[in-house]
């Protein structure tokens, strides 16, 4: 089984390899954690709308605009 501390680091090597692509050059270790943080942040936003929208179209509540 995968513990939490190996997923996190699991991740960051994912966001490493990925800058590196995209940049050209081997991140340093400021922005590979800025990055990962950043994901995990928008991660739980977009998680949080989705409940939230779920549990709106569970209650049949229609959002007002």
């Known amino acids: 089984m995968i513990t939490a501390?190996?997923?996190q680091k699991i991740l960051k090597?994912?966001?490493a390899l990925a800058m590196r692509d995209e940049?050209?050059?081997v991140p340093n270790e400021a922005d590979i954690?800025?990055?990962f943080r950043l994901a995990?942040?928008?991660y739980k936003a977009m998680l949080g709308t989705h409940y939230i929208k779920r549990q709106r179209?569970?209650?049949s509540?229609?959002?007002l605009f």
């Open 5 to 7: 501390e190996q997923r």
């Open 13 to 15: 090597a994912k966001v």
């Open 23 to 25: 940049f050209g050059k």
């Open 33 to 35: 954690e800025y990055t």
């Open 40 to 42: 995990r942040v928008l």
């Open 57 to 59: 179209q569970k209650s």
């Open 61 to 63: 509540q229609l959002p």
